[in-house]
């Protein structure tokens, strides 16, 4: 489990550096829609620690709310919105 965590932190840090230094506003959603689903496996990772399924609606609605504003963000990229 633990060695899950660390994975997931260096994912964090992979994904954040390509957010802050990627080339194009694609690019930048791709790593902030990566960095999201990383934070839900974290917040899996903390109801698995702490042993509290509160936890894990929390990752579910934060999961939700992340893929309804990466669509957004894609729709107002291709002009749609």
């Known amino acids: 489990m633990h060695i899950a965590t660390v994975i997931a932190m260096v994912a964090v840090l992979v994904a954040a550096t390509r957010f802050v230094l990627g080339p194009s506003v694609a690019d930048r959603t791709v790593a902030l ?16 620690y702490t042993n509290r399924v509160i936890y ?24 749609g919105l």
């Open 56 to 79: 894990l609606d929390v990752a579910l609605v934060y999961g939700i709310l992340s893929f309804i504003g990466v669509i957004a963000v894609a729709r107002y990229l291709e002009g």
């Open 33 to 48: 829609d990566v960095l999201t689903i990383i934070s839900t496996s974290l917040i899996v990772f903390i109801a698995l």
